[in-house]
T-cell receptor, first 113, second 116 residues
Framework: DADVTQTPRNRITKTGKRIMLECSQT?????MYWYRQDPGLGLRLIYY???????NKGEISDGYSVSRQAQAKFSLSLESAIPNQTALYFC????????????FGSGTRLTVV | GQNIDQPTEMTATEGAIVQINCTYQ??????LFWYQQHAGEAPTFLSY????GLEEKGRFSSFLSRSKGYSYLLLKELQMKDSASYLC?????????????????FGAGTTVTVRA
């Protein structure tokens, strides 16, 4: 099993619909992150969390919300999806070791029509 | 905030060497990472530099100069499987109160195409 699991892998949804992307991890890491990736723009941080009671906005949080249901679970919601939220979304985790970087999930390709 | 620049695309021949440069301007710096990402897949860790100098790991090497805000990733003996995007990422250790605010900021990535 993967260390960081994202569901769904692919999703097509209509404008205005609410959608949730889920992330779970078996790494035992406290830190979890949500990024989106767009061609030419790279990975941009949406939200991050350092423990269950801690949620922080990233550089592009507008239109998104998150929930840290447990140490191992971090969900991203689009309350009312719009077409410019079409992107590849990645969940990532990190441990306390500075050199460890991130462990990424396999990504969710979201298309809003 | 962070400003991280790397070239958009590079092309090289199988067996050759390619150097991918990354320049950054940061409000805080505590290390630089390189990731490899094949199309449609998750990024995977390649290297980490926090001190000036060269880190070598097999066919891949990474260099850092903190005073110049500059890093490069060197790929030697290129293979077809090295065709991928390479992401430069800077660790930004801001603070929220007493807590170290660990997160990475990424460049847009460099797409490397290896030709036979």
């Amino acid at each position: 099993d993967a260390d960081v699991t994202q569901t769904p892998r692919n999703r097509i949804t209509k404008t205005g619909k609410r959608i949730m992307l889920e992330c779970s991890q078996t790494k035992g890491h406290d830190r979890m992150y949500w990024y989106r990736q767009d061609p030419g723009l790279g990975l941009r941080l949406i939200y991050y969390s350092f423990d269950v009671k801690d949620i922080n906005k990233g550089e592009i949080s507008d239109g998104y919300s998150v929930s840290r249901q447990a140490q191992a679970k971090f969900s991203l919601s689009l309350e009312s999806a719009i077409p410019n939220q079409t992107a590849l979304y990645f969940c990532a985790t990190s441990g306390k070791q500075a050199s460890g970087g991130y462990t990424f999930g396999s990504g969710t390709r979201l298309t809003v029509v | 905030g962070q400003n991280i620049d790397q070239p958009t695309e590079m092309t090289a021949t199988e067996g050759a060497i390619v150097q991918i440069n990354c320049t950054y301007q940061t409000s805080g710096f505590n290390g630089l990472f390189w990731y490899q990402q094949h199309a449609g897949e998750a990024p995977t860790f390649l290297s980490y530099n926090v001190l000036d100098g060269l880190e070598e790991k097999g066919r891949f090497s990474s260099f850092l100069s903190r005073s110049k805000g500059y890093s490069y990733l060197l790929l030697k003996e290129l293979q077809m499987k090295d065709s991928a995007s390479y992401l430069c990422a800077v660790r930004d250790d801001g603070r929220i109160g007493s807590r170290v605010d660990y997160k990475l900021s990424f460049g847009a990535g460099t797409t490397v195409t290896v030709r036979a």
